[in-house]
């Protein structure tokens, strides 16, 4: 009897603590990054979520690049280019580039890429349908011109997520290697996805720009924020993407880990309808709302400080950016007497909806404004809902006032503007992320802008567009940029800068140690 | 017996083309897939084409329609995510998620039943208290707490297992296994403690009421007399008889520990299905999760008809007719 239970004690103890040697994952030469989403597709046209597209920009090349903590323009698979007219764009392309399986890229596979990104059932690369074509210049293969259909200043921008695929081996291959088995011309080279478990990349030795510093690289997702953090802590991470607000002061008390941030280029803000008879039409009642919520105070209580208050919704990136603009002041004496100068002393009934799993802090964000809200007099309520649910509200431009984030590719103030403050527009393609807000003022002014040919015209008219929708119509309330937070171990000395695009950059990146 | 398990399969066709139903159905109300996938820049127009190509444009018995056709065809449709065929990314995933429960429903059983012997045998002593205290928590604890408090207590402050993941695997044909090496075991032994606590808990608690409740019978009072070892008499006599409950429940535990092992799969990031099904709910991946969902309904099927089939070795005395 004492003896089987003896055994059976022995057993439970032994199980517990069945290795006791410290687990040991130093590493040379070699990265592992902890990242806060899996890869969705290593099909370079199948997502434009930034988890999919930042390992993209490590296999594949784009046109023209955008390197460094500014973003700047650099030659990739093109060595120079210029804007012919409004509608034509010359690429000179580089020479003796070869793909990662051996052949030689030519214009042919820009080409082949462009059509690939065209087809709305596997790509989500819809600005790809501005292309019109892709030709060689005077039977010269290494120039080639790309015409869009409309006049679109913003085009070479996006050339940046236009990664181009080896022609040959993406129709001679099943559908299913292709999206699985990537075969660029990047600084990195594929070896292995296991789906929702890592990423394998190796250093393309042969890249046109010298081998990349860091050798292997492993990718590993860790969706839940707890444990992201606790591999880091027990050093089987290098990297880490995503360093959850309520971890904050755990990462930067630990002496082994050190903290990266910078702003990154999604902004949050604020969308509210002006439809025929609402309260919300008069822009008084608008800049009224806008005055009475404490922007300060949201980010030093619900994001710790780690966001950066802005009195635009598009970054100092974006074309059109106008420094100028100034936020109205948060004066809630002020917003009670413009609603009592609108007609609204006693205020309106009005529900705030936002996703609540999306954006950092959404629904408490949600909450205080509903609270700053009811501080001047407004009957203001919250509904927040999943993201799966939200963006049908926001497409089908059903709420009246909802929060939306927003991070451009274009660059561009007509851009966005387009997508965001322009009319809904089903015939001509405008406000398709714009609920229910319009003016026929900056609708104009936004159909205006594209036409515009002169470059220094055409930024001075998007500033001016900028400040009218801020200023003067109340467009969005801005909020905020939200912060990109990264750890790394500090013993590894991992010389790493983010990049305003939130990517992780590979070939940016190295081991000093 | 075999009319039986062929009556039991069709109702499992049954169940399975009930939930498949149910899927559509609700899928009208979970938001729409097509946002997701075409690109935040797309035009109306775009979605509008998409929605067309997809089929999503029909009302949803109409698509349910065209699912069960292609079902019986053998093909459960396209990831709407990575276009990537559903099966495939399931099967693909399986091998860790079996893995995990089967080795969390391995730990719950040996534990379990030796734990609710032993407490049976000797009710007031203080590990029996012990043990019935714990059991309490293991049933009540929530399992990300557990999971968590596990990786504070054995990865971060003792510095013994890893945090996530599966470690080294082995491919085997299409399976990728953990347990063939040390450090793939060693990834495994805290979900599979986390995942396997509250059947561990349960199995406790059951042994422990069957295995008292068989000692008072008669013929245990007779083979205490008769002056048989103890060994014999707990485990040859006492022990066999209690199983039955047990057996079911471990059944029963076992297809619920492959079809929901979402929470602990999502602490953990082990890279199994249960992790695809909840970002396909996340990402309105509707063909992955209808083909989720009716290949669980027959796993679930397939293990209760194991452990139906399991009672008649246990207990000749049960038959079906």
């Known amino acids: 009897m004492s003896r089987t239970k003896l055994l059976l004690v022995a057993a439970v103890l032994a199980s517990l603590m069945l290795s006791l040697g410290t687990v040991a994952y130093t590493s040379n030469g070699e990265l592992v990054v902890g990242v806060d989403a899996a890869p969705e597709t290593m099909d370079p046209r199948g997502s434009l979520a930034d988890s999919t597209m930042m390992w993209m920009g490590n296999i594949f090349d784009p046109l023209v690049q955008k390197v460094g903590p500014e973003g700047e323009f650099a030659p990739g698979l093109a060595t120079s280019w210029e804007r012919i007219d409004q509608l034509t764009w010359r690429f000179h392309l580089r020479k003796g580039v070869r793909f990662h399986n051996g052949n030689p890229f030519t214009w042919e596979d820009v080409q082949f890429s462009f059509e690939r990104m065209k087809d709305p059932k596997r790509s989500e690369h819809s ?12 039977g010269d293969p290494w120039v080639i011109d790309i015409t869009t259909k409309e006049p679109t200043a913003s085009f070479v921008h996006q050339v940046k997520i236009g990664f181009i695929v080896d022609k040959e081996s993406t129709l001679s291959r099943t559908p299913e290697e292709v999206i699985q088995y990537p075969i660029g011309t990047g600084a990195y080279k594929f070896v292995e996805w296991i789906k929702g478990s890592y990423l394998e990349l190796e250093a393309n030795e042969d890249y046109w720009e010298g081998p990349p510093p860091i050798k292997n690289v492993t990718v590993k997702p860790i969706i839940e924020p707890s444990t992201r953090f606790a591999a880091l802590v027990t050093g089987e991470i290098d990297l880490m993407m995503g360093v959850p607000l309520q971890m904050l002061e755990a990462v930067q008390n630990n002496p082994k880990l050190v903290m990266i941030t910078r702003p990154s280029r999604r902004a949050i803000f604020l969308g509210l309808s002006n439809e025929q008879g609402l309260p919300t039409s008069n822009v008084k009642v608008r800049k009224a709302m806008y005055m009475a919520i404490n922007e ?45 100068e609108a007609g609204y002393p006693d205020g309106f009934k009005i529900t705030l909806q936002c996703p609540n799993d999306r954006y950092v802090k959404d629904e408490q964000i949600g909450q205080a404004v509903v609270k700053y809200l009811q501080e001047v007099g407004i009957d203001a309520e919250l509904d927040a809902m999943p993201k799966a649910n939200y963006w049908g509200l926001i497409s089908g431009h059903e709420t009246k006032f909802w929060m939306l984030g927003w991070m451009n590719e274009s660059h561009s103030v ?15 393609g405008y406000g398709g992320w714009n609920s229910t807000y319009g003016d026929p003022e900056l609708d104009k002014l936004i159909e205006e802008s594209k036409l515009i040919q002169d470059r220094e015209e055409s930024l001075e008219a998007l500033r001016e567009l900028n400040r009218i929708a801020m200023e003067e119509k109340v467009a969005y309330i801005p909020l905020h940029l939200q912060q990109q937070l990264y750890a790394t171990q500090k013993d590894k000395s991992i010389n790493f800068i983010p990049r305003p695009d939130r990517w992780i950059f590979l070939k940016e990146i190295a081991i000093e140690g | ?21 149910l899927c559509f159905f609700l899928f009208q109300y979970v938001g729409d897939p097509v946002l997701t996938m075409v690109g935040k820049n797309a035009t109306p127009k775009q979605m509008e084409e998409v929605r067309k190509l997809l089929g999503l444009d029909k009302p949803y018995y109409i698509q349910y329609l065209v699912f069960v056709k292609n079902a019986l065809h053998g093909d459960f449709g396209k990831s709407y995510t990575n276009d990537l065929p559903v099966f495939t990314l399931i099967i693909e995933r399986a091998p860790a998620t079996i893995e995990l429960a089967t080795f969390a429903m391995f730990i719950a059983t040996v534990f379990g039943i030796s734990l609710g012997v032993i407490v049976s045998l000797n009710r ?32 971060v402050i003792l510095q013994a297992l890893p945090v996530f993941g599966r470690g080294d695997v082995t491919q085997i044909g299409f399976w990728r296994t953990g347990l063939l090496t040390f450090n793939g075991i060693k990834h495994l032994i805290l979900p599979a403690f986390t995942l396997g606590m509250y059947e561990m808990a349960l199995i406790v608690r059951l042994t422990r009421a069957e295995v008292s409740e068989v000692l008072e019978e008669d013929y245990i009072r007779t083979a205490w007399a008769k002056g048989l070892p103890s060994r014999i008499v707990i485990f040859k006599h006492a022990l066999r008889n209690s199983l039955i409950p047990v057996v079911t429940m471990i059944g029963l535990g076992l297809g619920e520990l492959i079809a929901f092992a979402t929470i602990t799969e999502t602490i953990f990031q082990w890279p199994g299905m249960c992790r695809l099904f909840l970002s396909s709910i996340y990402g309105n991946d509707y063909p992955v999760i209808v083909a989720y969902i009716v290949l669980m309904a027959f796993v679930i099927l397939f293990i209760n008809l194991t452990v139906d089939v399991f009672y008649t070795v246990l207990n000749p005395k049960i038959q079906y007719d």
């Open chain 2, 1 to 21: 017996m075999f009319a039986y398990i062929i009556r039991r399969v069709i109702q499992g066709i049954g169940v399975a083309l009930l939930v498949s139903f």
């Open chain 1, 414 to 428: 007509a851009q966005v503007f387009s997508d965001l403050v322009h009319s809904p527009s089903y015939e001509k």
């Open chain 1, 296 to 340: 300060e105070e949201i980010i030093e209580v619900i994001l710790r400080g780690q966001a950066t208050i802005v009195s635009q919704i598009v970054d100092p990136e974006t074309s059109g950016y106008n420094a100028d603009i100034e936020r109205f002041p948060y004066d809630q004496e002020r917003a009670k007497e413009l609603l009592i």
């Open chain 2, 124 to 155: 007031a002593s203080v590990l029996s208290r012990f043990v019935m205290a714990g059991s309490l928590l293991g049933i009540s604890l929530p399992t990300f707490l557990i999971g968590l408090l596990l990786i504070l207590v054995f990865s």
């Open chain 1, 127 to 138: 600005w790809a349908n501005s292309v019109d074509s892709v030709e060689t210049v005077n």
